[in-house]
């Protein structure tokens, strides 16, 4: 019987556990986890969970039943503190020691940390439990600033205004405009008018120089001597991959596990999923590390498969999804190196724009319009030819041009 260890009980881990068992593989999977949950979906901490609409049972990887196989053996709020790749073996945080035949790491990304003085009050989210201590302390504050004008800030800012109409919201952004990366002008300028319209406000070209509080942050003072009271600072400037377990091997570089199409390092029986992974990306032609629920849930399955013997390469299209007031936000493809853009106007609530490259679609930004994204994914895998401009006619069935 094959010995799989997984290191990470995130949605990534839980889910290669899960594609495992139900490939009915001959084997017996160690997944070790630091939180003390099973796996769970991430999306919702900065949304529904958030707003408490959801609970931790309703995150659960389905099917919950999976995690009862005799074969799989699950260790939770366990850290590994050490790994020999050339002996094949781990020592978890009880100094116990675990031998495998294959090994992957499904370990994510931690959150960047700012110098804060020790301050209460100030909170980064990217588990469960921090998302339990923004959501006990957004009731009681009345001044909230978000430090970063990523993804995740946005939609906790979406959040909380829609719960909490009169608070005084906050955005503090280093560069000149939001959404830094996976974005371009015409993403970046939807999602911004729609935060205008809701009475966000956003401090650009500004960091924060001091913050003022004896035990609790009561009040920052950016570079341009701005002043903003504060009674919750959520911090959300990006993530760094966890590779303090590898540090001194040669899978990783600086940007995280570095693995081929087939989500294998270099190393014979090593391999690497979600967060952590710098994958050879076919799709770009060049590696990147994606942080999404989709590489999660894709690189997965595609491990799965290649342990089992069915080789498969990670030929995933990059698609990323945002939930922000009432509009669902899509990005598929390449959105950045285009030709030209053909826009497809249902109304004002609803709507995709194609970026067209050699005549090509090769990515594509929807509002409120989950259908049309589906349908571009095959135009884009399929590369389908035909007359662009018909991207623009609503009255034509987009299904049509994939049959």
Not at 9 to 27: E, K, M, T
Not at 40 to 61: N, T
Request: hydrophobic share 35%.
């Amino acid at each position: 019987m094959t010995k799989i260890i997984i290191i990470g009980a995130g949605h990534a881990g839980g889910r290669l556990s899960q594609n495992l068992i139900l490939s009915q593989y001959d084997c017996e999977i160690f997944l070790f986890g630091e939180e003390n949950y099973l796996p769970y979906e991430r999306p919702p901490l900065s949304k529904e969970f958030l707003s408490g609409e959801k609970q931790i049972e309703d995150l659960y990887l389905k099917p919950k039943l999976s995690y009862e196989n005799p074969n799989l053996k699950i260790y939770l709020k366990n850290k590994i503190k050490k790994i020999d790749l050339e002996k094949k073996k781990i020592t978890d945080s009880n100094n116990s020691s675990y031998s495998y035949d294959k090994i992957i790491f499904a370990n994510g990304a931690s959150p960047k940390k700012i110098n804060s003085n020790n301050l209460n009050g100030i909170f980064y989210l990217r588990d469960v439990k921090d998302s339990m201590k923004i959501q006990s302390k957004i009731s009681s504050s009345q001044n909230i600033v978000l430090l970063g004008a990523g993804y995740i800030n946005l939609e906790i800012a979406s959040t909380i205004r829609k719960n909490y109409p009169n608070k005084n919201i906050s955005i503090v952004e280093f560069s000149s405009y939001i959404l830094g990366r996976n974005s371009n002008i015409y993403i970046r300028n939807a999602i911004y008018n729609t935060h205008l319209k809701n009475n966000i406000h956003f401090y650009f070209n500004s960091t924060i120089k001091k913050f003022i509080g004896s035990s609790n942050v009561e009040k920052i003072i950016l570079n341009n001597e701005d002043e903003l009271l504060c009674d919750l600072l959520v911090v959300g400037i990006g993530v760094a991959p966890n590779l303090d377990l590898l540090l001194h091997t040669s899978i990783i570089n600086d940007n995280g596990i570095v693995v081929n199409e087939f989500c294998e390092t270099k190393i014979n029986d090593v391999y690497a999923i979600g967060d952590i992974c710098l994958f050879k990306s076919n799709f770009f032609d060049k590696s990147v590390r994606e942080e999404s629920w989709n590489n999660a849930e894709k690189q997965s399955f595609i491990v799965s498969q290649n342990i089992i013997g069915n080789k498969c390469q990670y030929n995933e299209i990059p698609w990323f999804w945002t939930d922000q007031f009432e509009n669902n936000f899509q990005i598929l493809g390449e959105i950045n190196e285009y030709d030209s853009i053909v826009d497809r106007f249902y109304d004002e609530k609803k709507s995709i724009k194609f970026f067209i490259k050699n005549n090509k679609v090769r990515g594509a930004f929807a509002i409120n319009n989950g259908r049309d994204i589906k349908i571009t994914k095959q135009m884009i895998l399929n590369d389908f030819d035909f007359e662009i401009s018909k991207l623009e006619d609503i009255n034509m069935n987009l299904k049509k041009i994939i049959k």
